[in-house]
């Protein structure tokens, strides 16, 4: 079993960033994030086990970084947009997909919103 646990959501005009972060309580081989906007499905933002892959929304603007020693992942956004507002789910399993169905560990999710 292992634990995660988000951080760093909150409100942030349009162009500008912010700063997500999980502590997991174990090591375990890929880690992620999904989106999921109001009324809507969790989609990759992205995820990270060797090398970063991102989904499309979040490709150019966002960036992943894990620090395998501390157990964190963390998820720099930049020029969020309205369309990034939703909660953001810290995500882990001993394999890395694309599909949120997939994935067996999960946070309670961070609340982001964009808006003017």
């Known amino acids: 079993q292992v634990l995660l646990q988000e951080s760093g959501g909150g409100s942030v005009q349009p162009g500008g960033s912010l700063r997500l972060s999980c502590a997991a309580s174990g090591y375990i081989y890929c880690m992620g994030w999904f989106h999921q906007s109001p009324g809507g499905d969790r989609t990759l933002v992205a995820r990270l086990a060797e090398i970063p892959v991102y989904g499309d929304d979040a490709r150019g603007r966002f960036t992943i970084t894990r620090d395998k020693a501390k157990n964190t992942l963390h998820l720099q956004m930049d020029n969020l947009t309205p369309e990034d507002t939703g909660v953001y789910y810290c995500?882990?399993?001993?394999?890395?997909?694309?599909?949120?169905?997939?994935?067996?560990?999960w946070g309670q999710g961070t609340q982001v919103t964009v808006s003017s």
């Open positions: 995500t882990a399993a001993p394999s890395c997909y694309d599909s949120a169905h997939l994935w067996t560990y």
